[in-house]
């Protein structure tokens, strides 16, 4: 079975650019959240999606949005790019919201690394 | 504020002997504690979890001790084996905002 998979695995853009990151959940997840990783730093919270609906949003500005799919698949999308925005997006994917059957169930994908110029 | 975090950013052991890294927390209310694996390249990878109402649980050669009085997290590996090698990370996930919070992460390496 197919785990969790984000496109592109890696890219580079210029400051003020826009890239948009996609993610396909295990089949059958339904909930897509989103992470920012830094170099040399644990994850941060972005997005969290269920059933198309937002149903968490961490502490980034409004330049980061996101979507979900009828299929459940996600992007994400940035916006007038910054060099601090140069990290690690993870995609991670659950059956339902995170919490309602543990915390556990949540599954990451390998991520896009993003690179800003 | 809160936060999760850890007592040292790196820890290398012998291969064949145990591991202990520590996870300092700050939120009182939070309702799962989880414990994620990284190695390079990938994305995090589940390694046990523990609910905010235990002290102790085990896994296959892990085991995760959650100390409520001093806001502390420890997991601990037995046996290090090679393929231990990675970053850990504590995560604390609080149910009313649907996420995870995570640690710094700790850099486990393995001397032969």
């Known amino acids: 079975d197919a785990g969790v998979t984000q496109s592109p695995t890696h890219l580079i853009k210029t400051r003020g650019q826009q890239v948009t990151l996609r993610c396909s959940p295990i089949s059958g997840h339904k909930s897509v959240s989103w992470y920012q990783q830094v170099l040399g730093q644990g994850p941060q919270f972005i997005f969290q999606?269920?059933?198309?609906?937002?149903?968490g949003r961490g502490n980034f500005p409004d330049r980061f949005s996101a979507r979900q799919f009828p299929n459940y698949s996600s992007e994400l999308n940035v916006n007038a790019l910054l060099l601090g925005d140069s990290a690690l997006y993870l995609c991670?994917?659950?059956?339902?919201?995170?919490?309602?059957?543990?915390?556990?169930?949540?599954?990451f994908g390998a991520g896009s690394r993003l690179t800003v110029l | 504020g809160e936060s999760v975090g850890l007592h040292l950013p790196t820890l290398s052991v012998q291969e064949g002997d145990n591991s202990i890294i520590n996870c300092a927390y700050s939120?009182?209310?939070?309702?799962?504690f989880i414990w994620y694996k990284q190695e390079s390249g990938k994305g995090p990878q589940f390694i046990i979890d523990i609910r905010s109402n235990m002290d102790k649980r085990q896994g296959q050669r892990v085991t995760v001790l959650l100390n409520k009085t001093v806001k502390h997290l420890s997991l601990q590996i037995a046996a290090t084996q090679p393929g231990d090698s990675a970053v850990y990370f504590c995560?604390?996930?609080?149910?009313?905002?649907?996420?995870?919070?995570f640690g710094q992460g700790t850099r486990l390496t393995i001397n032969p």
């Open positions: 999606y269920y059933e198309k609906e937002e149903r």
């Open positions: 991670a994917s659950s059956l339902s919201g995170v919490g309602s059957s543990g915390a556990n169930v949540l599954t």
């Open positions: 995560a604390e996930y609080r149910q009313g905002a649907q996420k995870l919070v």
């Open positions: 939120n009182s209310a939070s309702d799962y």
